[in-house]
Antibody, heavy 119, light 109 residues
Framework: QITLKESGPTLVKPTQTLTLTCTFS??????????VGWIRQPPGKALEWLGI???????RYSPSLKSRLTITKDTSKNQVVLTLTNMDPVDTATYYC???????????WGQGTLVTVSS | QSALTQPASVSESPGQSIAISCTGT?????????VSWYQQHPGKAPKLMIY???NRPSGVPDRFSGSKSGNTASLTISGLQAEDEADYYC?????????FGGGTKLTVL
């Protein structure tokens, strides 16, 4: 059974850097084709794909966030870390991590964590 | 990369069928078979309902089906039930990245 859980601050100030950790179980991020993605959802709005890290450390980022976003992994801890710099109130959202399968879709999602950007 | 286009809302009566469209381009929806659909109830994480255009994961009722024609994919729900009321999102894989649709709110009248 695959599980994922996001953790990190619930409140950050504008211009600060957000660091979220996705801790997972039930799969290995060393398995060929597997990835962990990050998706966010502002309150009342649609899902937005942020980026993904693959088993081979390949990373892809949303063009709109590429200059601010970094995703890394620690396979020994079964964790993936999202770092988003220069936070702004428009970045207020529920942030999800999800398991990307070898056949190219997200089959398991974390519960999500709401991050509010406010001074 | 623009978001895939979905109707903002649809509604139908219990027992009826409804189709939700998802329009992209020849570079995403029209360019491969990697279209998936997610259901999201309020306050919950999205749940995979369809992958590879028309395949259902284990546990998803066969009332849910998917199809694609050209640059438009569709999710059809037959025999609507009250529990189907939710937001639905399509997505398409493209060159290592993923595009989501703007979401469709389904109301079961």
């Amino acid at each position: 059974q695959i599980t994922l859980k996001e953790s990190g601050p619930t409140l950050v100030k504008p211009t600060q850097t957000l660091t979220l950790t996705c801790t997972f179980s039930g799969f290995s991020l060393t398995t060929s084709g597997v990835g962990v993605g990050w998706i966010r959802q502002p309150p009342g709005k649609a899902l937005e794909w942020l980026g993904i890290i693959y088993w081979d450390d390949d990373k892809r980022y949303s063009p709109s966030l590429k200059s601010r976003l970094t995703i890394t992994k620690d396979t020994s801890k079964n964790q993936v870390v999202l770092t988003l710099t220069n936070m702004d109130p428009v970045d207020t959202a529920t942030y999800y991590c999800a398991h990307w399968t070898t056949v190219l879709y997200f089959d398991s999602w974390g519960q999500g964590t709401l991050v509010t950007v406010s001074s | 990369q623009s978001a895939l286009t979905q109707p903002a809302s649809v509604s139908e009566s219990p027992g009826q069928s409804i189709a939700i469209s998802c329009t992209g381009t020849s570079s995403d929806v029209g360019g491969n078979k990697y279209v998936s659909w997610y259901q999201q109830h309020p306050g919950k994480a999205p749940k995979l309902m369809i992958y590879d255009v028309s395949n259902r994961p284990s546990g998803v009722p066969d009332r849910f089906s998917g199809s694609k024609s050209g640059n438009t994919a569709s999710l059809t729900i037959s025999g609507l039930q009250a529990e189907d009321e939710a937001d639905y999102y399509c997505s398409s894989y493209i060159s290592g990245s993923t595009l989501f649709g703007g979401g469709t709110k389904l109301t079961v009248l």
